[in-house]
């Protein structure tokens, strides 16, 4: 089965992060103002889609097992290049569709598929459980940042 996406806006990442939505979809913000956070749908253009070509990683992680699915993982290589961030919304203006974030992990130009708001009674998840290999990892977002990634994979993040 065929599906197709169009993109509704595009992450700029060049002077802080942001998300410039297309002209036809600027009224769709209409009520995102109070909402914290936002949940970013995008697609990871610059991998294309890995089709079965990425469904077991060697060894992607440092602590991890010697093999692992792709969808035990967040990488961008996946069977359709669908990903999905939480951003914190710094600042919005409907009028001009532009969305300014504290951070994305996803690149300049990455097309946006949808964007929903973030709230607990959906989003957050109480009792979360773990593999035991990347159970040291920070239980939220805002520790992440100050986290030493670099020392979890076991390939290069550029």
Known sequence: MEITYQSVGVVKAS???RIELEKEYCKALTGLQGFSHVMVIWHAHDFGNAGSEYLVFEK???????KIGVYA???????NGICASIAKLVDLDVEQGVLALDWI??????PILDIKPYHGSEDRIRDVE???WCSHWPSCREDSATFDWDREFSFSQE
């Open 73 to 79: 993982t967040r990488s961008p290589f996946r069977p």
């Open 105 to 110: 992990d996803a690149k300049e130009g990455t």
């Open 15 to 17: 002077e802080g992060f």
């Open 60 to 66: 992607p992680y440092v602590h991890g097992p010697e």
């Open 130 to 132: 773990v593999p035991s």
